[in-house]
């Protein structure tokens, strides 16, 4: 609903936008509400979860803050109802409109018919709270109000919708007139995308997960995949395609490359290429899948598969499946949404460990946002369940941590394709006869002698 807010003491007006959703996902309920509020310098959010009571405030200074389970900041009188009795923890002007259920209340002019508001008939009750010290005022619809949404409220309700609601203290220390400009008994996915998800790249991601308790996806440790990579940056677009079959078990990595023909690669060809690591000598080897050319190299300490461990040239330990990914506690389950057209659930984390590479890979950004859209499937085998996460998609926002924090200076996608776990080993992964073929000379051979006795 959208309120605007009126006080009556001091001739100010609020504009207050509030969105609530409760859903069940994976058999997780997701409870969540938002309230933004609207003066004429800036516009302050709160973020609330009332299955932990935490709270999450943005004030429009670019920061977030996590208030715990305290009050909120902004606190006019009956914004706040943590009582159990009376439901969920509700933040904002609907916990003043559900009050009206549990107070004593009487109607006014019963028996002289409606009052029109704004065009609308309305039936108006009276209450008093705070031990005669506030006194509340509600303008409801007439019953069976027509309007479009109307199928969408309980039967109990039949049609009637918040109109008005003046709240005042007796010692006119406060006064606040609420008009109800739109109000509708339904979540719209667009709204709930853009008010009930913290915003990226202002530290809000990973403070409170939507769903409080679901675990973080696990990759596999023996994966292949096959990927896109989608890059602005300077106005321009950049696309690679390449294939990665990852083998975190044998120490194993193959990366099979399709550089943007025409374009900027990091390798001097242009041609197909594939890229084996073996971190288990250190060697790796690029092979030229049109011509067979082959060269054969260490590592390279700041390569995606490779922690850099400090020392260039010493080549680096092979990164974990679930390090590839940054998968760790640093994520907070964002949405139920749709990637590519398929639904997948998101996982959002405002990071500090993302390399950068224009400096070499050595240092890393200041400020980035990585979201992951998976999908979460349940696998049978006899009587056993187990679940499969899917990586569909990935994006990466990185952020001018210097000048202004929340301006996105590059962006990356990566969309990936055919994603499986590898459950049988083939020696054909990950071959590299192409590199032997010229003769003896590549070859080296290493002699362990055993003392006797």
């Known amino acids: 609903m959208i309120v605007e807010m009126v006080d009556l ?21 997701a409870n969540m509400g938002a309230v933004f509020i609207q003066n004429n310098q800036s516009l302050n959010k709160v973020w609330y979860y009332p299955d932990d009571g935490s709270f999450i405030e943005n004030w ?8 715990g389970t305290g009050e909120p900041t902004f606190m006019p009188w009956g914004w706040f109802d943590p009582i159990p009795d009376h439901g969920d923890l509700l933040y904002g002007p609907s916990a003043l409109l559900r009050l009206a259920a549990f107070i004593n209340k009487r109607v006014i002019g019963e028996g002289q018919g ?31 109000w027509s309007m479009p949404e109307a199928p969408k409220f309980p039967p109990e309700l039949k049609g009637i919708i918040p109109v008005e609601i003046s709240v005042r203290h007796r010692d006119d ?8 400009l ?64 990852y083998a975190e078990d044998l120490s194993l990595v193959r ?17 197909d290429l594939k890229i ?14 049109i011509y067979g050319n082959c060269t054969i190299t260490w590592i390279q300490d700041t390569f995606f598969d490779s922690h850099f461990n400090g020392l260039l040239g010493t080549g680096g330990i092979m990164v974990g499946a679930q390090d590839l990914f940054h998968l760790d506690e640093k994520f907070a389950y964002a949405s139920h949404s749709e990637a590519r057209g398929f639904h997948t659930d ?60 929340t301006q996105i200076t590059n962006q990356m996608s990566l969309n990936i394709y055919d994603f499986s776990a590898v459950k049988l080993y083939s020696e054909h992964e990950f071959t590299v006869d192409a590199c032997y073929a010229r003769g003896t000379w590549d070859w080296s051979f290493l002699v362990i002698a055993f003392p006797a006795n």
Not at 173 to 180: D, E, K, R, T, V
Not at 255 to 271: M, Q, R
Request: hydrophobic fraction near 30%; charged fraction near 25%.
């Open 173 to 180: 220390s406060q006064h606040w007139l609420y008009s109800i």
């Open 276 to 289: 084996i690591h073996d971190f288990n000598t250190g060697v790796g080897y690029v092979i030229d899948q």
């Open 346 to 405: 998101r996982w959002v984390s405002t990071r500090d460990d993302i390399p950068d590479f224009t400096h070499g890979g050595v240092q890393d950004y200041g400020k980035a946002v990585l979201e992951w859209n998976f999908a979460i499937d349940i696998e049978t085998s006899g009587d056993m369940f187990s679940t499969v996460y899917t990586p569909y998609r990935g994006e990466l926002y990185i952020y001018d941590n210097k000048s202004d924090s």
């Open 9 to 29: 003491i001091s001739n100010q007006s609020l504009y207050v936008k509030e969105a609530r959703s409760r859903e069940m996902i994976h058999n997780y309920q």
């Open 182 to 245: 739109d109000f509708q008994p339904g979540m719209n996915p667009k709204v709930a995308e853009h008010m009930l998800e913290p915003p990226r790249g202002e530290s809000c991601e990973g403070l409170v997960s939507v769903i409080k308790d679901i675990p973080i996806p696990v990759i596999e440790s023996h994966f292949t995949m096959k990927q896109e990579v989608l890059q602005t940056e300077k106005k321009r677009l950049h696309v690679d395609s390449a294939t990665l079959t």
């Open 255 to 271: 990366h099979d490359i399709k550089p943007e023909k025409n374009g900027e690669t990091d390798f001097k060809s242009t041609d």
């Open 114 to 144: 409606p009052i029109p508001i704004d065009g609308i008939l309305c039936d108006q009750w009276e209450g008093c709270e705070a031990e005669g010290e506030v006194e509340i005022f509600y303008s409801l619809s007439q019953n069976k």
């Open 60 to 67: 429009g200074d670019g920061e977030c803050r996590d208030t």
